[in-house]
T-cell receptor, first 111, second 114 residues
Framework: DAKTTQPNSMESNEEEPVHLPCNHSTISGTDYIHWYRQLPSQGPEYVIHGLTSNVNNRMASLAIAEDRKSSTLILHRATLRDAAVYYC????????????FGTGTSLTVIP | DAMVIQNPRYQVTQFGKPVTLSCSQT?????MYWYQQKSSQAPKLLFH???????NEADTPDNFQSRRPNTSFCFLDIRSPGLGDAAMYLC?????????????FGPGTRLTVL
């Protein structure tokens, strides 16, 4: 599976938007882009995923660059409960469902 | 609620003493995974079961074994725990049909090796 690069940490003020970047310059045409997050003392949880088009759900939005070599997870209004480590993961369609986590970004939300 | 359950949440064992961690699921998913997560690191996939087919990651030590007696249960056996095996162990499940299958994680078992 292709590798992802994320900043180690980011900070955001509460109720402001947060843009979490991910670089995946070696992405292949069949790789899906996934985002999971891990709150303190919990297992990771699904946030969003996409292939080529931007995606929105109740938790977040995913903006995918036109060349697909980068993507951005957008939290529209950060809350204290959004403080977590956010993982950007690539997985090839048609392979097993295994995930190989990158280092992730630790998001701090400031009240 | 359908969920992934891990017992116990905290496990203490002695150096070299075999230990078994348990995972059960009510989601009826056919794929189950075990991850190891050391402090301040990302989860690392150890192995997974696709139904009864066991798939080991190439760099998973032989000290780690797994059993899946039925769809609902999966066990992680550490035959001779070393100090370096102290970590959070995460179990996850997913389906296998369709173009995407979200992974559902349990809360983890934190293993301490004395």
């Amino acid at each position: 599976d292709a590798k992802t690069t994320q900043p180690n940490s980011m900070e955001s003020n509460e109720e402001e938007p947060v843009h979490l970047p991910c670089n995946h310059s070696t992405i292949s045409g069949t790789d899906y882009i996934h985002w999971y997050r891990q709150l303190p003392s919990q297992g990771p949880e699904y946030v969003i995923h996409g292939l080529t088009s931007n995606v929105n759900n109740r938790m977040a939005s995913l903006a995918i660059a036109e060349d697909r070599k980068s993507s951005t997870l957008i939290l529209h209004r950060a809350t204290l409960r959004d403080a977590a480590v956010y993982y950007c993961i690539l997985r090839s369609q048609g392979t097993g469902n295994q995930f190989y986590f990158g280092t992730g970004t630790s998001l701090t939300v400031i009240p | 609620d359908a969920m992934v359950i891990q017992n116990p949440r905290y496990q203490v064992t002695q150096f070299g003493k075999p230990v078994t961690l348990s995972c059960s699921q009510t989601l009826n998913h056919n794929v189950m995974y075990w991850y190891q997560q050391k402090s301040s690191q990302a989860p690392k996939l150890l192995f997974h079961y696709y139904d009864k087919d066991f798939n080991n990651e190439a760099d998973t030590p032989d000290n780690f074994q797994s059993r899946r007696p039925n769809t609902s249960f999966c066990f992680l056996d550490i035959r001779s725990p070393g100090l370096g095996d102290a970590a959070m162990y995460l179990c996850a499940t997913s389906g296998s049909g369709g173009s995407y299958n979200e992974q559902f994680f349990g809360p983890g078992t934190r293993l301490t090796v004395l």
